[in-house]
């Protein structure tokens, strides 16, 4: 059964940084997509941020040049450096991957930016 786990969610105040992961677990099959989502508080979710198997990014206008998004192929891992945090990036953040065409998600990890 694929699982997805995040982990460094936390508060942190404005301007500070976080580094969130996300593991995968549970497939014998690579991960093809994967990315970044979030839900701030009483709104819908959101795009974060993806990145394809090769590598190619996209990003939210939010967060660009602000947030970097990586993966480890090998290690079947997926991350998402958060800098130069702001209040209106408060929200629970969940990783997303995609195998065989089907979106796995995890549970979501809270992010708060006190101000």
């Known amino acids: 059964q694929v699982q997805l786990v995040e982990s460094g969610g936390g508060l942190v105040q404005v301007g500070g940084s976080l580094r969130l992961s996300c593991a995968v677990s549970g497939s014998m099959f690579r991960i093809n997509g994967a990315g970044w989502y979030r839900q701030p508080p009483g709104k819908q979710r959101e795009l974060v941020a993806t990145?394809?198997?090769?590598?190619?990014?996209n990003y939210a206008d939010s967060v660009k040049g602000r947030f970097t998004i990586s993966r480890d192929n090998a290690k079947n891992t997926v991350n998402l450096q958060m800098n130069s945090l702001k209040p209106e990036d408060t929200a629970v953040y969940y990783c997303?991957?995609?195998?065989?065409?089907?979106?796995?998600w995890g549970k979501g990890a809270l992010v708060t930016v006190s101000s």
């Open positions: 990145i394809s198997r090769g590598g190619d990014t």
């Open positions: 997303n991957a995609v195998i065989l065409a089907t979106n796995y």
